[in-house]
């Protein structure tokens, strides 16, 4: 199985580090999907999207191409996990209310990925995909660092998909009756081990790495933490939603 394998290496730090959801797009899943039966999401990772739905849903199933991101994901007597490709689940037609993506959907095959959400989703079951942009702080000083550590120290690494993510997946089209999601706004405190954690599992920093044979958060880390301190700080990630229903 073939696919764009950036976090294999890294499945424990991303399980660790990578940000949680808000609920409230969860439970507007569940309140626009057509029932709370099955629902799949693709992409899965470690399990950020799977657990909540598998709140709101009676059955969840949680799919990736990375056998060692789902080795990090935990167990749930509600959700099944397995080893499948996006573009080719192996799950039943017709049998889910919702398919959900999370952080992922601009690394599929798209034309092909199109054909199995029609083949999987129930009549008028929902799809719905959201990824979140470069973060901001509560300081602006903090924000303009952040920003020049991913345009200008890593902005070259990063890979040519993730320009759907800092576009807002704009020139996605999906085939889908459109539907309208809520703002939702996706933030978090955490502490600067926490924020530098998650910079190590960016695509961008693990292409500079393996170039490079140095680790770009090191130099960058240790400004952070002067102006930082060692409380939690509140972050905030532009979140895009886009969201269709079959006919």
Request: with cysteine; charged share 25%.
């Amino acid at each position: 199985m073939t696919f764009p394998d950036h976090f294999s290496s890294i499945a424990a730090s991303y399980a660790r580090y990578r940000p949680t959801y808000p609920a409230a797009l969860f439970d507007w899943i569940a309140t626009t999907a057509p029932s709370r039966g099955n629902a799949w999401d693709c992409a899965c990772g470690s399990g950020q999207a799977t657990l909540p739905l598998a709140e709101r849903f009676e059955q969840v199933t949680g799919t990736d191409a990375s056998a060692e991101q789902l080795r990090e994901a935990p167990k749930n007597p509600r959700i099944t996990w397995r080893v499948a490709a996006a573009e080719s689940s192996g799950l039943a037609d017709h049998a889910f209310d919702a398919v959900t993506v999370a952080q992922a959907l601009h690394w599929f095959d798209l034309p092909r990925f199109w054909i199995e959400v029609r083949r999987v989703l129930a009549p008028r079951g929902i799809f719905v995909a959201w990824s979140y942009g470069l973060a901001t702080l509560d300081d602006p000083a903090t924000s303009d660092q952040l920003r020049h550590f991913h345009d200008d120290v890593v902005g070259e690494y990063w890979p040519k998909e993730r320009g759907h993510v800092d576009q807002g997946y704009r020139r996605i089209a999906l085939p889908f009756d459109p539907i309208e999601p809520p703002p939702i706004d996706m933030s978090a405190e955490w502490t600067v081990d926490q924020f530098l954690g998650y910079l190590r599992t960016w695509s961008a920093v693990r292409r500079y790495i393996e170039v490079n044979r140095a680790d770009p958060v090191e130099n960058f880390g240790a400004r952070l933490r002067r102006d930082w301190g060692a409380v939690p700080r509140t972050i905030h990630w532009p979140l895009t939603i886009v969201a269709g229903r079959v006919g």
